[in-house]
């Protein structure tokens, strides 16, 4: 059974920085890619980054270009996203995602439940 | 790609036909346009990939259709637990886009 489980969310000022993981099991992780799915509390879904099998190629959404760095480490099955400069308006339920196949361009068929990061003073 | 999706809220009920539309502000690459069901306090659920391709497990009332810039999710006889938010999305070009959804409410 394919499970994701997300953790490091919290309270972090306006400014601040985290680290969220993403623990990956059920399934051969270095043949996929990966991304991270945000959604504020009662909004819509938003992609913020995804990463090839191997992070050899790497996207952002616009919004968090710059401030966002995705990564993974094969060996440990888990995938990162380390958030610099977060904004109040980021705050949500940022969880981990894994696509159809190998390509960072397919759907998502396998979500995590998500952590919630909470931008706040 | 900016995606619209319309109407905001659908109030239907159970037995009657749902017809969900996604509008794309530039043609979808390859018709790589997938739909997503979420319901209150759980993962968002695929049920279309490739504009028209039902997921595994995927009941045959929901079809999904379109190509280019307008996309359409139709639910053929709306059952109690197809109540929920629905979601189109682009993969075919980064960054991917979701748009803002369309909740389908019980009337």
């Known amino acids: 059974e394919v499970q994701l489980v997300e953790s490091g969310g919290g309270l972090v000022q306006p400014g601040g920085s985290l680290r969220l993981s993403c623990a990956a099991s059920?399934?051969?992780?270095?043949?996929?890619?990966m991304s991270w799915v945000r959604q504020a509390p009662g909004k819509g879904l938003e992609w913020v980054s995804g990463i090839a099998t191997t992070g050899g190629s790497i996207y952002y959404a616009d919004s968090v270009k710059g401030r966002f760095t995705i990564s993974r480490d094969n060996s440990k099955n888990t995938l990162y996203l380390q958030m610099n400069n977060l904004r109040a308006e980021e705050t949500a339920i940022y969880s981990c995602v894994r696509p159809t196949g190998s390509y960072i361009l397919n759907p998502f068929d396998h979500w995590g439940q998500g952590t919630l990061v909470t931008v706040s003073s | 790609i900016v995606l619209t999706q319309s109407p905001g809220t659908l109030s239907l009920s159970p037995g009657e036909r749902a017809t969900l539309s996604c509008r794309a502000s530039?043609?979808?690459?390859?018709?790589?346009l997938a739909w997503y069901q979420q319901k209150p306090g759980q993962a968002p659920r695929l049920l279309i990939s490739g504009a028209s391709s039902r997921a595994t497990g995927i009941p045959d009332r929901f079809s999904g259709s379109g190509s280019g810039t307008d996309f359409t999710l139709t639910i053929s006889r709306l059952e109690p637990e197809d109540f929920a938010v629905y979601y189109c999305q682009q993969y075919g070009r980064p960054p991917l886009t979701f748009g803002g959804g369309t909740k389908v409410e019980i009337k």
């Open positions: 059920g399934f051969t992780f270095s043949s996929y890619a």
């Open positions: 530039q043609s979808v690459s390859g018709s790589y």
